[in-house]
């Protein structure tokens, strides 16, 4: 008697003293994050815990009842507990021997939902089991505790849960799992390793556990004989291995992350939140862009050539598509991260920042080579001189000294603000901003900060920062809408004439091979000195694309069957490639006409190379809104006070050039290399 007071006195003590946990452990009701590419439906990849959590009402009641026969028959009858099951794992815990476990549903579900009660085999710990398991049966409903238990458990297959369960052996959502199927759910629960993939000697223990679930129904009235006799063992979905997501898709999940973590999101809310994440990706266009690269660049191609590609909405800023690289190779992505000298691309934010202030398409420069700045010459490509001709002609052929000469015009200041504008950040910009070749593409850029600042000509003049990220729901079903303001950074006026004198680079300059043959294109080549890097950028008016070619090692782009290379050469045919899949179905847009009565007359008379009449451009009348340009046949001196370290620029793209009117020795000019994380790679046939 006195000890059965003692007993009791005890259950008393160890009653008051153990409260139920305030929280629930974090593991326990972690939710993965499930990320979507921009339609919203098709899954790019799956971060964290896999786990749904949902309401006992979506679990088929077959389903309920498999469970509730197999692990616990009296759940809805009991305290919370099993006395004979408890003496029993009392008794294995005090031996050391394995002895059939006695846990209910009810302490299982204790011991795997609630904080500061762990997995390890104690008195202490399986007292307090107990006793939180008879105050949860007394404070909360049976359904409430059968949802929390069918909600924690682990499957196997990866799968926590028991909508993650029928998603991975089924392939179903829960609420579409038959009799058979959700009897085999059950009897997993016993043994989730064994039974996840089950062969040979597992497969017959999990087809015996399977009718022992079945078996149980029967007894328990869930299940008629005649009905249990129906029965056949399921068909399990093939296990997906849970290796990391292979190739753009790391490059995308970086992205994404990113992203999120400057919204604010952390990595715990990533992968234990529950997250859904709409990505700006589109599965048809990123398909595109890695078929455009590995089936445009010969067999051959060195390993220590790396290929970006990027693709962005004028409209929305929305990054649709890029390519990275091989993930194998360089976790380091082409089309985000690297970062390489711009090179003849970049004369484009010269040409708006001239437009902009007071200049227009006529303003005579000088084209001659080699053109002297502070300590350093600088020579067009081939040495070609060009004499004093229009931005139009400029631009066409690239020609570095007539950059030169509209950057002393214009001011680089304002160069460098308009970069700035359309999405480059001050920091690859200002270290170069005061060198006179500042103009001609020495700061470094990425491939999608190259096709973000290009998608504001296609705008029309406003600029919206590239972003990955569409919408985000959280757990709660509140969904967030991603949208970013566009900031006018130059006029309509500037877009549209800086977008014809781009067509004319594809029509007949540097850049014919990224003609689409059913739609017009602007555009803009880029070759740094010595072809460390190579590029080409341009722009329908739906779609705004950037494509970069460079070397590890800063070493010249070599190619073969292609040599030395420009911009015009692969990277335009990358671009021409990727855009004509792109723009496959879409309505052809016009771009707006350039400003012929305000900006542009036909070069009568250039006095350099070309001298032959634009086709189809009307002779601006005398009449006109504003005075013409009264730019000296000969350019003005150049200022040679040296600006602070001088930077020497990239030389410009060769393709589609005139004949040079007088030879020019003129040395190369030695440029920094590009700005870009370096990693070891070998000089076999891969596509980078």
Avoid: C
């Amino acid at each position: 008697m006195t000890l059965f007071l003692v007993g009791i006195g005890l259950f008393g003590v160890a009653w008051v003293l153990t409260p139920i946990p305030d929280a629930a452990q974090e593991q326990a009701v972690a939710e993965g994050s499930v990320i979507y590419y921009r339609d919203g439906k098709t899954v790019l990849a799956k971060q964290g815990v896999n786990r749904k959590n949902i309401e006992l009402e979506r679990v088929p009641e077959h389903v309920r009842d498999a469970v509730i026969a197999i692990e616990n028959r009296t759940f809805y009858e009991d305290t919370g507990i099993s006395l004979e099951g408890t003496a029993r794992a009392l008794w294995s815990t005090i031996t050391g021997k394995q002895v059939q476990g006695g846990s209910t549903i009810t302490q299982q579900m204790v011991r795997n939902y609630y904080s500061g009660l762990s997995q390890e085999r104690s008195i202490t710990r399986k007292i307090k089991e107990i006793m939180v398991a008879l105050k949860v049966d007394r404070s909360r409903s049976k359904n409430w505790v059968l949802q929390q238990y069918l909600n924690t458990i682990y499957f196997g297959r990866g799968a926590w849960g028991i909508q993650a369960a029928a998603q991975a052996y089924f392939g179903k959502d829960i609420s579409e799992i038959d009799i058979s199927q959700g009897a085999y759910l059950a009897a997993v629960i016993q043994q989730p390793s064994r039974f996840a993939d089950p062969k040979g000697s597992d497969l017959a223990a999990a087809k015996a556990r399977w009718q022992a679930v079945i078996d149980a129904m029967v007894e328990t009235g869930a299940l008629a004989p005649e009905e249990a006799a129906r029965q056949r063992f399921p068909k399990l979905a093939k296990a997906k291995t849970t290796l990391a997501p292979k190739g753009q898709v790391n490059y995308m999940l970086d992205q994404v992350r990113e992203e999120l973590h400057r919204m604010g999101y952390t990595d715990e809310d990533i992968n234990q939140g529950g997250l859904k994440v709409t990505t700006t990706f589109d599965k048809r266009l990123m398909a595109a862009a890695e078929k455009a690269v590995t089936s445009v660049l010969p067999d051959g191609t060195p390993g220590k050539v790396r290929t970006g590609l990027a693709a962005v909405d004028p409209a929305t800023g929305e990054v649709l598509a890029f390519y990275g690289g091989r993930y194998q190779a360089s976790q380091y992505d082409n089309a985000f991260s690297a970062k390489v000298q711009a090179g003849s691309t970049f004369k484009m934010y010269a040409l708006a920042a001239a437009l902009e202030n007071g200049f227009d398409l006529s303003t005579r420069v000088n084209g001659n080579s080699p053109m002297r700045v502070a300590s350093a010459e600088v020579p067009n490509s081939g040495g070609t001189s060009y004499g004093v001709i229009n931005l139009v002609t400029a631009t066409r052929y690239s020609v570095n000294t007539a950059f030169v000469d509209l950057g002393q015009k214009v001011g680089l200041e304002k160069v460098a603000k308009i970069a700035k504008a359309v999405g480059i950040p001050a920091r690859q910009i200002d270290p170069h901003k005061s060198a006179a070749t500042f103009p001609l593409g020495v700061a470094s850029v990425s491939a999608v900060q190259q096709a973000s600042g290009f998608s504001a000509f296609a705008a029309g003049g406003v600029h919206r920062p590239a972003h990955v990220i569409r919408s985000v729901t959280d757990s709660s079903g509140k969904t967030t809408e991603i949208t970013v303001k566009g900031k006018r950074v130059f006029s309509e006026r500037t877009a549209a004439d800086a977008t014809y004198a781009m067509t004319e680079v594809v029509r007949s300059g540097t850049g014919t091979a990224a003609r689409l043959w059913d739609r017009p294109v602007a555009g803009k080549t880029g070759t740094t000195d010595k072809s460390a890097a190579v590029w080409f950028a341009g722009y329908t008016p739906q779609l705004s694309t950037a494509v970069n070619m460079f070397r590890d090692d800063n070493q010249p782009v070599v190619v073969p069957g292609y040599g030395t290379l420009s911009g015009g050469t692969l990277p335009a045919m990358i671009w021409q490639e990727f855009m004509n899949e792109a723009m496959k179905g879409k309505p052809v847009k016009e771009f707006p006409a350039p400003s012929y009565g305000y900006g542009y007359r036909p070069p009568i008379a250039d006095n350099g190379p070309v001298e032959r009449r634009e086709e189809n451009v009307p002779i601006v009348p005398e009449n006109r809104s504003s005075p013409p340009d009264d730019t000296p046949t000969s350019a003005p001196p150049i200022e040679e006070t040296a600006p602070p370290e001088p930077e020497p620029e990239p030389e410009g793209d060769g393709e589609n050039q005139p004949p040079p009117a007088e030879p020019d020795d003129s040395p190369d000019i030695n440029v920094p290399p590009p700005d870009i994380r370096q990693d070891v790679g070998s000089d076999g046939p891969q596509v980078r």
